[in-house]
């Protein structure tokens, strides 16, 4: 059974860097065949793709934050990362990793991290 | 872009069935997936395909797609199927990865 677990401040002051990481147990991401996804929540609102990475490294990101986003993977302790940076308000949310599979199903998710930004 | 509108709400009696739509353009040429998602919890995955059902998710779970819309359809409604319910389409020859706004199901 694949598991999935976000971690990282939940607090994060205006124009910094949102970092997290998602931990992935119960499979190997370099094992291929799947995008190790990131996808947000504002409060309640509905859902919003920030991006993905496959194991090799490629990645897509969503054009509307493209410029911000930064998704990296560490294969070796099963991890991948996200980096949003210059983040404001607008950046509060429920963060969520998830697995999609490449006709992006998205089959297992972590159970979301709240991230606030606010000084 | 592409988008996908969805009912902001749907109500259904218990024991009845619940019909949630999915519209975007020409949607019948992809492939839509379902997630329900309950207060406080991460999204569950409950249709994909268009139809297929994950191991786990009750026979009561069905969807179809055709033309311009996806429907999700839960027969004999629970009280415990009241929750939030996402569509999803991912194309990626046409760069398109998107949700749709969510729909709230209500269960009187």
């Known amino acids: 059974q694949v598991q999935l677990q976000e971690s990282g401040p939940g607090l994060v002051k205006p124009s910094q860097t949102l970092s997290l990481t998602c931990t992935v147990s119960?499979?190997?991401?370099?094992?291929?065949?799947?995008?190790w996804s990131w996808i947000r929540q504002h409060p309640g609102k509905g859902l919003e793709w920030i991006g993905y990475?496959?194991?090799?490294?490629?990645?897509y990101y969503n054009p509307s934050l493209k410029s911000r986003v930064t998704i990296s993977v560490d294969t070796s302790k099963n991890q991948f990362s996200l980096k949003l940076s210059s983040v404001t308000a607008a950046d509060t949310a429920v963060y969520y990793c998830?697995?999609?599979?490449?006709?992006?199903?998205?089959?297992?998710w972590g159970q979301g991290t709240l991230v606030t930004v606010s000084s | 872009s592409y988008v996908l509108t969805q009912p902001p709400s749907v109500s259904v009696a218990p024991g009845k069935t619940a019909r949630i739509t999915c519209g975007g353009n020409?949607?019948?040429?992809?492939?839509v997936h379902w997630y329900q998602q309950k207060p406080g919890q991460a999204p569950v995955l409950v249709i994909y395909?268009?139809?297929d059902r994950p191991s786990g998710i009750p026979e009561r779970f069905s969807g179809s797609n055709s033309g311009n819309t996806a429907t999700l359809t839960i027969s004999r409604v629970e009280a415990g199927d009241e929750a939030d319910y996402y569509c999803?389409?991912?194309?990626?020859?046409?760069?398109?990865?998107?949700f749709g706004g969510g729909t709230k199901l209500t269960v009187l």
């Open positions: 998830a697995r999609a599979t490449l006709d992006g199903v998205l089959d297992y």
């Open positions: 119960g499979g190997s991401i370099s094992s291929g065949g799947y995008y």
């Open positions: 990475i496959y194991y090799s490294g490629s990645t």
């Open positions: 020409n949607i019948g040429s992809k492939s």
């Open positions: 395909y268009d139809s």
């Open positions: 999803q389409v991912w194309d990626s020859s046409s760069d398109i990865r998107v």
